[in-house]
DNA sequence: TTGTATGCGTTATCAT
DNA sequence: ATGATAACGCATACAA
């Protein structure tokens, strides 16, 4: 039963403090999680002590007695580096100076026993809890299945499918709606979409958004106008194909996200011709791309970082603030950024 | 002491195992861990057990036990999204399928006590091993605080800076000689470089190809041919603007990475220029973006995925496959891929 | 307010 | 070849 608690070139334990601070282990556990219990002499004393030592708690032995990690996992199956990168360091940036760190999990949207697998990882790492990206986390049996297995979650999208605390959302329908609004202002009347991927939310709230502004501007237009994409490059490249063959053909092109715009910008050159003389583009998310192109894209821009950044602190800031609760906002606005590739239409 | 280990709805634990199988929980400590030391009838029937119950370890105790995590970590300081999402993406193929998880951790190359907060991260998480992007894998004093505290590494480099095991590298040097003779062989004889940033080994690396090649062309260019940059769209952009400042000015000019060549572009479009008639450009890394700007750019594919994904299979690999140390190759060759922005000089 | 005994699920030691 | 028992470092229940 002789404790063998010297400090041999290893870190010291929470046995060494107790043993320095004569006190028990419990007592210094105490400190660490911040017990209300504590006469003030002895925490500042064991404090001391542990600032002197350099002790840091071991996470895997907290890990093991609490049964749970501090470990943030990320879920996503999203296809855009520049979008999934934002979000790492939004959440990273919100834990940093913690205990917390960040594990990334990418999964596979075509695999049959994906959420099996999900729910392996979940409870197997025993996550503290889990940021959920689009499209992935618009799954409502994934969320279902974080709550199940008591894992806390926030989903990330573009509309709002959960309570506000499990829920980070932007107003993509608006934004949208926005967008197009300027086009028409600009004096544009046949405008093309690009729309996002079936069964996307963000892709159908952008063309809600679409659809709106037509309306309130008592605008028709022929359903060709909308082009099917799947958020990549070749995708909007061959949509724009197809709207620029329309006859008579449109004048501006809004596509649901960057990339895609980006590829429309690319079908455009092919045919010769000018943006935005010929042709007003916007694209949708203000990835880098869309200042770093010719001309630079006029695009909305969504909030994704910050987004994250709130989404990690929902997942955590009740317990490294105690119970101040405080509230993240769970609605995000994007707004439209206007740079070079809006122009008036060509006259006819 | 009655030992209490029926199943409650929570995961199945060795003790299960144990007691089901009729073993104790060594034995099946045993099976798990591959022991060699096993009679095959006990080994086969706790197998099934095993499997039967759903069995598997808790990687907290394990963690615990082993005094080490089953856990990758990724350090870097690297500001380029798509680069670091590809090792990641590397890393995430080796490890599919296994034990082990990434847990991602960027730097400040900035920060004074970056080392120190390395080593916090290292120590405290007690990871499996790390694998070190760019640049900060060349900081040899990391390296060095690996071995101290005993964890395995492997660094990503544009050169050998250390042994096989712990290294995989690409050949810049190379791969940017033969971007540059291609572009000698396409009649240019005026080249401007736009660098890396100072005190980046693959900047070094990539500055020297560009020398070696023009000393093998018997080629002097003056100084200002050189345009120093820092691999961001910006730098490229400033960089190409004092090389086309430049009287006579360059036919073609290679920039260190693709973004810069991106920034380079654009700065040829902004006075006018066609690419690649009036100007060829040349990149590095192949990332997405190259084949998405007008025209394509040629540029040098560097297999960062491949490195990191076998950096990570380095780290892992003797222990998944036993001792077969699978070899890992260290060194990478990256290619140069022709497309649309070379062109050759024009006539004066 | 503080301490004791015990558990968390695994691996390591040293028997047999 | 297998098992009893003690780590691993922390947290919780219950005493004191």
Redesign the interface.
């Known amino acids: 039963m002789a404790a063998k608690n010297r400090e041999n070139g290893s870190?010291p334990t929470i046995n060494d403090v107790a043993r320095v601070a004569s006190v028990s282990k419990k007592t210094v556990s105490r400190v660490i999680n911040g017990s209300p219990l504590l006469n003030d002499d002895t925490r500042k004393r064991v404090q001391e002590v542990i600032k002197d030592l350099g002790y840091?708690p071991?996470?895997?032995?907290r890990?093991?007695a609490l049964?749970r990690?501090f470990?943030i996992g990320l879920v996503h199956d999203n296809p855009n580096?520049?979008t999934?990168?934002?979000v790492?360091?939004g959440i990273?940036e919100a834990i940093r100076d913690t205990e917390f760190?960040?594990?990334?999990?990418?999964v596979d949207r075509g695999m049959v026993n994906m959420l099996e697998d999900i729910r392996?990882f979940l409870?197997?790492?025993?996550l503290f809890g889990v940021v959920l990206m689009p499209p992935i986390s618009e799954n409502d049996s994934l969320a279902e299945l974080c709550r199940q297995i008591g894992c806390r979650y926030v989903r990330m999208g573009s509309a709002e499918l959960d309570q506000p605390g499990n829920m980070v959302a932007s107003n993509d329908r608006e934004a949208v709606r926005d967008a197009i609004r300027y086009l028409i202002e600009q004096g544009h009347s046949r405008i093309g979409f690009v729309s996002g991927p079936h069964g996307f939310r963000s892709a159908l709230e952008r063309r809600l958004g679409f659809e709106e502004a037509l309306e309130q501007a008592d605008l028709k237009l022929p359903r060709s106008m909308i082009a099917d994409g799947n958020y990549t490059?070749d995708s909007g490249l061959l949509a724009a194909e197809r709207l620029l063959d329309l006859s008579p053909r449109p004048t501006a092109i809004f596509a649901s996200n960057d990339?895609m715009a980006?590829?429309v910008?690319?079908a455009a050159?092919?045919r010769g011709m000018d943006v935005p003389k010929d042709l007003s583009i916007v694209g949708f998310d203000d990835t880098?791309?869309a200042s770093?192109?010719?001309p630079p894209l006029t695009t909305v821009r969504w909030p994704i970082a910050t987004m994250a950044r709130s989404a990690a602190l929902k997942l955590t800031v009740s317990v490294t603030e105690g119970e101040q609760e405080v509230d993240e906002p769970s609605m995000f606005l994007s707004t439209l950024i206007r740079r070079g590739s809006v122009a008036p239409p060509p006259r006819d």
Do not use: D, M, S, Y
Request: charged share 25%.
């Open positions: 870190q840091v071991n996470p895997q032995a890990a093991l049964r990690n470990l580096a520049q999934v990168l934002k790492q360091q990273l760190e960040l594990v990334v999990r990418p392996q409870e197997r790492q025993r490059f990339e980006t590829g910008l690319q050159r092919r880098p791309i770093h192109i010719w």
